[in-house]
């Protein structure tokens, strides 16, 4: 079956640092990638995603390449503001199907001032 | 623009007690997923709705029912709440269609079985 793994959190950092939050999957075919955030107190939105191997997804400064030969697609940004604050889903969809996504367990990022 | 809109915001019940979550989308999507989040366990898939008229068990349905019950609407059902269904709910939307297919999200229901 699919899967998605993510690196356990919480991520601590200090505003301005660089952040990496990996993310591993395993999947049956060839699936669609995404990183969702989901902001205190709301539902998830899209952050960005990456439809074929090597494409690179990218918004509000953060960015994460699709990456085949090693089932990844980590999160990084370069220097993280206090508003960064919010728990990051890695999800893939499994395209041709029932296009349900699969979530990872979700890693609460923490930017002090 | 209102996308994905879920009720009530916040429910405490008693074990024993039922109730009806519901959830209403206006972007004409054809899929519909009902996923509940608890602290470490990320968002676990309860039954989803590929296209009108269908439901599917997800990986944790025991002890819920879903209606869907035109395009809009996806409801879920408790009939005899547990403790162990305290979490926050989510109702989530999509197209679809291929690769690009995003899942759109309300805003969640806070649920406390005491």
């Known amino acids: 079956g699919n899967s998605v793994t993510q690196m356990e959190g919480p991520v601590t950092l200090s505003e301005e640092a660089f952040l990496t939050i990996n993310c591993t999957y395993t999947?049956?075919?060839?699936?669609?990638l995404f990183w969702y955030v989901q902001y205190p107190g709301e539902g998830l939105q899209l952050l960005l995603k990456?439809?074929?191997?090597?494409d690179k997804g990218s918004n509000k400064g953060f960015e994460a390449t699709y990456r085949k030969e090693t089932t990844s697609f980590h999160l990084e940004k370069g220097s993280v503001q206090v508003s960064d604050s919010a728990v990051y889903f890695c999800?893939?969809?499994?395209?041709?199907?029932?296009?349900?996504?699969?979530f990872g367990r979700g890693t609460s990022l923490i930017v002090h001032p | 623009n209102a996308g994905v809109t879920q009720t009530p915001k916040f429910q405490v019940l008693k074990t024993g007690q039922s109730m009806t979550l519901q959830c209403a989308q206006d972007?004409?999507?054809?899929?519909m997923y009902w996923y509940r989040q608890d602290p470490g366990m990320g968002l676990r898939l309860i039954y989803y709705?590929?296209?009108?008229?269908?439901?599917d068990k997800g990986e944790v349905p025991n002890g819920y029912n879903v209606s869907r019950l035109n395009k809009r609407e996806f409801s879920l059902r408790l009939e005899s709440a547990a403790p162990s269904q305290t979490s926050v709910y989510f109702c989530?939307?999509?197209?679809?269609?291929?690769?690009?297919?995003?899942?759109?999200f309300g805003q969640g229901t806070r649920l406390t079985v005491v």
């Open positions: 989530a939307s999509s197209l679809s269609t291929g690769r690009n297919t995003e899942a759109f």
């Open positions: 999947a049956t075919g060839y699936p669609s």
């Open positions: 990456a439809t074929k191997a090597d």
């Open positions: 999800a893939l969809l499994e395209t041709g199907g029932s296009y349900i996504p699969t």
């Open positions: 972007m004409n999507h054809n899929s």
């Open positions: 709705s590929a296209s009108e008229g269908t439901t």
